[in-house]
């Protein structure tokens, strides 16, 4: 027999009151958050409370998530990640590693028995809904002073949740910090390592890691002509349909805090020249202004 769930993450701020929930029926369903979280603790935190409540049971276990991030690092990533010590290629801290390290035990020989479905989220998804309606109604609990319900769970089920803090590292996404000072790289090829960083499907995957690079004041024209904000990129924002190469055409500093960044976007079906301002502020630097014109 194969128990199918859904499991979903909220936070209201992000990071701010956060909440999870999964949910297989009116029998069965949990839900809890923090007083201070983000979206992706609350994804992470449901499929882990769900897989800690339903690991004495027999059952297979397929789980509708509508976060890629979450399925990915479970199933793609978590691998790579142990053997480097819960470093990532770029060298960077695991984000939410705690959280990570606890679904890699639950996970330990289940890996068989457990699926894991993308679905889109808000798209009338029963059991997604659900789980969406009790991790919103958690998140919204803690904001107001109160504790969540918890709901039934699963009967005869034990749960050991880790500590968890927003990123659990203090200076993400800094890919630097850990250089000797004659290895530091000049602003400007830090500058270029960060706009790369945004091109790959583990950055895209992350919305806090995403809203760590782009600056409050966010803007971007794209190639479209349509005009971009902050918020509206990070509701949408996610893996790229295919590949992108960066060449650098050119990157100049109009200011001491300011890095003016032009390249060239190539992917099989076109080439796009695309500028970058990135300004610098206490906690590194971060994108202000992006723009693209595609090439005839």
């Known amino acids: 027999m194969t128990i199918i769930a859904a499991a979903d993450g909220s936070a209201l701020g992000n990071p701010g009151p956060a909440g999870w929930g999964w949910y297989v029926d009116d029998a069965r369903w949990a839900s809890g958050g923090w007083a201070h979280g983000t979206n992706n603790m609350g994804e992470l935190m449901a499929v882990l409370d769900l897989l800690q409540q339903s690991a004495h049971l027999d059952d297979d276990l397929l789980v509708f998530c509508d976060s890629r991030y979450v399925i990915d690092a479970i199933t793609k990533w978590m691998p790579g990640w142990k053997r480097n010590g819960w470093v990532k290629k770029d060298r960077k801290p695991v984000l939410n590693v705690e959280l990570m390290k606890a679904l890699d035990e639950a996970m330990q020989g289940r890996r068989d028995r457990v699926r894991f479905e993308w679905v889109k989220g808000h798209a009338g998804h029963e059991l997604n809904e659900a789980a969406d309606r009790l991790a919103n109604a958690a998140a919204l609990a803690?904001?107001?002073?109160?504790?969540?319900?918890?709901?039934?769970?699963?009967?005869?089920?034990?749960?050991?949740?880790?500590?968890?803090?927003?990123?659990?590292?203090?200076?993400?996404?800094?890919?630097?910090?850990?250089?000797?000072?004659?290895?530091?790289?000049?602003?400007?090829?830090?500058?270029?390592?960060?706009?790369?960083?945004?091109?790959?499907?583990?950055?895209?995957?992350?919305?806090?890691?995403?809203?760590?690079?782009?600056?409050?004041?966010?803007?971007?024209?794209?190639?479209?002509?349509?005009?971009?904000?902050?918020?509206?990129?990070?509701?949408?924002?996610?893996?790229?349909?295919?590949?992108?190469?960066?060449?650098?055409?050119?990157?100049?500093?109009?200011?001491?805090?300011?890095?003016?960044?032009?390249?060239?976007?190539?992917?099989?079906?076109?080439?796009?020249?695309?500028?970058?301002?990135?300004?610098?502020?206490?906690?590194?630097?971060?994108?202000?202004?992006?723009?693209?014109?595609?090439?005839?």
């Open 142 to 296: 803690f904001k107001e002073g109160r504790e969540p319900e918890a709901g039934p769970g699963f009967a005869g089920s034990t749960t050991s949740h880790p500590a968890a803090a927003v990123g659990q590292v203090v200076t993400e996404p800094d890919l630097f910090s850990d250089l000797d000072e004659e290895q530091v790289p000049s602003d400007e090829e830090q500058v270029i390592a960060l706009e790369r960083a945004l091109l790959t499907d583990e950055v895209r995957s992350d919305r806090a890691s995403v809203a760590a690079l782009l600056h409050p004041q966010w803007q971007e024209v794209g190639a479209s002509g349509v005009l971009w904000e902050r918020e509206a990129l990070l509701e949408r924002i996610g893996p790229l349909p295919s590949p992108v190469t960066l060449d650098v055409l050119t990157v100049s500093k109009p200011a001491p805090d300011l890095v003016l960044l032009v390249w060239r976007a190539s992917t099989d079906e076109r080439t796009t020249l695309r500028s970058s301002l990135w300004t610098r502020g206490r906690g590194g630097w971060q994108q202000l202004f992006h723009q693209g014109t595609h090439e005839a």
